[in-house]
């Protein structure tokens, strides 16, 4: 019997105090960067920031969206509004 594995891409979202306000970044998509005036509205800013990135990045390099990737990328929004 063969055990079925789930495959999961992980990004780091990294939060660092910057003066007044906070930079949100992710390592992994260079360029990928936002601020907020706190926490929490600079970790908002960074997952429209990501999602922007991807969706760009793919009209850019024309590269299809098929029925996985826009699977993965609505379970990505869903498991963001969670947060």
């Keep these: 019997m063969q055990t079925a594995y789930k495959s999961y891409t992980m990004l780091t ?4 105090k910057d003066g007044d306000q906070y930079h ?3 390592p992994e998509l260079k ?3 936002t601020f907020g005036n706190n926490p929490e509205e600079a970790l908002k800013n960074l997952k429209n920031a990501v999602s922007l990135y991807i ?4 009209l850019v390099e024309q590269i299809p969206v ?3 990737t826009q ?3 609505d379970n990505v929004v ?6």
């Design 13 to 16: 979202f990294k939060l660092e």
């Design 24 to 26: 949100a970044f992710c």
């Design 31 to 33: 360029g990928c960067h």
């Design 55 to 58: 969706e760009t990045g793919m």
């Design 66 to 68: 098929d029925q996985k």
């Design 71 to 73: 699977k993965l990328m």
């Design 78 to 83: 869903a498991e963001w509004n969670k947060v």
